[in-house]
T-cell receptor, first 115, second 112 residues
Framework: DTAVSQTPKYLVTQMGNDKSIKCEQN?????MYWYKQDSKKFLKIMFS???????INETVPNRFSPKSPDKAHLNLHINSLELGDSAVYFC??????????????FGEGSRLTVL | QKEVEQDPGPLSVPEGAIVSLNCTYS??????FMWYRQYSRKGPELLMY????GNKEDGRFTAQVDKSSKYISLFIRDSQPSDSATYLC????????????FGSGTRLLVRP
C-alpha cells in the first residue's frame, strides 16, 4: 500500500494549458509539501501545508496554486503552463517539522513536460 | 551562490570501494543534516540523519558533520551495485525546520 501517491505520473501538455496533480498520503502525517526537481536534479520546495494551513510559500509564480482539502491530500494546480514548468513535481509528507526526524516521505513524482 | 553545494558527478567506482560524498553550505544556522538516496524515476528516501556536529554510523554508511567548516560527508563502505543512485544532502535550521534545503545531488555508479 503506497504511503504517498501522486497522480498522474506523467503529463505531456501544450503551453498555455492548465493542469492539476493530486497527492494523497496514508501515513497519518499532518504536514505535506510540494517540491520541484529540475533537469539537474535540484530539488526545491514550493509549498507546505500543516493541518491544512499554508506554512511555506516560496517564490513561486501565482500560476501555481496548491490546495489542501484535508490533512491527507494536497493538490497542485498550474495555470497557463510555460516551457520552464517542465520538471518532476514531488509530493512529500512528514509528521510535524521535517527536521524533527529528518524524514520526508516522498511520492514517486509527476513528470510534467510542456511542449 | 546556492545555499548548499554538491558535486553532481557522476562518480564511478568499482564494487567494494569506499565512497565519499560531500556537501558544503553557507548558512551557519543549519543544525539538521540529512542524506537522501534517489533511484532513477523514484522519489528520494532518507538514508541518514544527524543533528549538529559529529559522526553517525549505520551499517555500511557513515555521516559526518563539520559545522566549523560548513562541510558534511557521507561515506559508503564496501559499495555495492545496488548503491548506484543519486545522493542528495539536505539541511535546515531551527527557525525554518519545516523547510529542507537540498543539494543538487551526486550521481554514483558502482561497477560490478
Amino acid at each position: 500500500d503506497t504511503a504517498v501517491s501522486q497522480t498522474p505520473k506523467y503529463l505531456v501538455t501544450q503551453m498555455g494549458n492548465d493542469k492539476s496533480i493530486k497527492c494523497e498520503q496514508n501515513l497519518g502525517h499532518d504536514t505535506m509539501y510540494w517540491y520541484k526537481q529540475d533537469s539537474k536534479k535540484f530539488l526545491k520546495i514550493m509549498f507546505s501545508y500543516n493541518n491544512k494551513e499554508l506554512i511555506i510559500n516560496e517564490t513561486v509564480p501565482n500560476r501555481f496554486s496548491p490546495k489542501s482539502p484535508d490533512k491527507a491530500h494536497l493538490n497542485l494546480h498550474i495555470n497557463s503552463l510555460e516551457l520552464g514548468d517542465s520538471a518532476v513535481y514531488f509530493c512529500a509528507s512528514s509528521q510535524g517539522s521535517a527536521s524533527r526526524t529528518g524524514e520526508l516521505f516522498f511520492g514517486e513524482g509527476s513528470r510534467l513536460t510542456v511542449l | 551562490q546556492k545555499e548548499v553545494e554538491q558535486d553532481p558527478g557522476p562518480l564511478s567506482v568499482p564494487e567494494g570501494a569506499i565512497v565519499s560524498l560531500n556537501c558544503t553550505y553557507s548558512n551557519s544556522a543549519f543544525q539538521y543534516f540529512m542524506w537522501y538516496r534517489q533511484y532513477s524515476r523514484k522519489g528520494p528516501e532518507l538514508l541518514m540523519y544527524t543533528y549538529s556536529s559529529g559522526n553517525k554510523e549505520d551499517g555500511r554508511f557513515t555521516a559526518q558533520v563539520d559545522k566549523s567548516s560548513k562541510y558534511i560527508s557521507l561515506f559508503i563502505r564496501d559499495s555495492q551495485p545496488s548503491d548506484s543512485a543519486t545522493y542528495l544532502c539536505a539541511m535546515s535550521g531551527m527557525d525554518s525546520s519545516y523547510k529542507l534545503i537540498f543539494g543538487s545531488g551526486t550521481r554514483l555508479l558502482v561497477r560490478p
